[in-house]
């Protein structure tokens, strides 16, 4: 067998090519290192994209949600006074229930939301004791939901807080916190302002043991609209302010400086959580909830969900 010196002077063979048997070997294991890297590479790539794939895969949506519902955002308190009353934990049960089973896409909790629960928001309904206490990042947080043309709704003591003409400008009307200005529970008699309006809808003038407010610190330029009111009852927190007539139902169209114009929807009532039983403070909520989204106001009162074509066979995933 032929020899010839390599590269560093030591004999080896010589291949039939004319390539030490040296040289012909390492450009085989380069090749297929090469080989062997890409392989991986593409081996990586593929559990990448299926990691990838699975994490941004979707949930179905709950059972009997509709998707293309109106978004709800609702924010409560902590439970608060006497049993059967300020129950705001139970509202946020309930109403997810309820504002579910009429068409619309519930989200909330117990504290106050972030920019990213009111993202896809249509309307914030608040059912919180003293809401109107918000600090300065909270409070840009509602601005700029508001600025966008997000609605509000709230309920009952939702508009107390420390500067009623601030929370006056967001939902119309505002009742300072620490002052007396609370009937208590007593017979709060309707007298509905404008049965035409369609929020009001078979509304009567009917009246519930509740509790109203009197002191209250309005907006203007706009002003709010209302829907209906009620006389003060004569209680001994109520004192002189027996007899006087406060609006206890509005709504409020508004524009923040530099925003859309924003709705806002205001029941006085709920101190006594079983009147949210009552049917029509029931739909008279719904409506009020639609139309502060911006939705037509009978959507949810109408929504009827989809048939859903009767059972599947055996050995169908559901």
Same mark, same amino acid.
């Given at each position: ?164 003409? %601030?929370?006056?400008?967001?939902? $119309? =009307? +505002? /009742?300072?916190? @620490? ?123 109408? %929504?009827?969900?989809?048939?859903? $074509? =009767? +059972? /599947?066979?055996? @050995?169908?995933?559901?």
């Amino acid at each position: 067998m032929a020899v010839h010196r390599d590269r560093q002077g030591l004999l080896v063979p010589q291949g039939s090519h004319g390539l030490s048997t040296r040289d012909s070997v390492q450009p085989n294991i380069a090749m297929r290192g090469l080989l062997l890297f890409l392989v991986a590479a593409c081996f990586s790539e593929a559990c990448i994209a299926q990691s990838t794939s699975t994490h941004q895969a979707q949930a179905p949506p709950p059972s009997g949600q509709n998707p293309n519902g109106m978004h709800v955002y609702i924010w409560v308190g902590l439970k608060s006074h006497l049993a059967g009353q300020h129950d705001y934990p139970q509202f946020l049960a309930d109403w997810s229930k309820i504002l579910t089973e009429h068409g619309a896409v519930v989200d909330g909790a117990l504290h106050a939301p972030s920019p990213r629960d009111l993202e896809h928001s249509d309307v914030l309904v608040i059912y919180k004791g003293d809401a109107g206490y918000l600090s300065d990042e909270e409070k840009l947080i509602v601005e700029s939901f508001v600025k966008r043309g997000g609605g509000l709704v709230s309920l009952h003591d939702s508009l107390c807080g420390p500067d009623p003409k %601030y929370f006056a400008t967001l939902i $119309g =009307g +505002a /009742k300072r916190h @620490g002052e007396i200005n609370y009937t208590l529970g007593a017979p709060i008699a309707y007298s509905v302002k404008d049965a035409a309006d369609p929020i009001m809808k078979d509304m009567s003038n009917l009246t519930i043991f509740d509790e109203a407010f009197f002191n209250m610190t309005w907006a203007s330029d706009p002003g709010i609209h209302v829907l209906a009111a009620t006389a003060i009852p004569g209680t001994p927190s109520a004192g002189a302010h027996k007899g006087e007539v406060v609006p206890q139902i509005w709504t409020y169209q508004h524009s923040l400086p530099g925003g859309q114009p924003a709705r806002a929807f205001v029941w006085m009532q709920g101190h006594e959580y079983a009147n949210f039983e009552n049917y029509q403070i029931r739909q008279m909520l719904l409506r009020g909830i639609a139309w502060a989204a911006r939705k037509p106001v009978d959507s949810l009162v109408d %929504y009827a969900p989809p048939a859903t $074509g =009767g +059972a /599947k066979p055996a @050995g169908v995933p559901r």
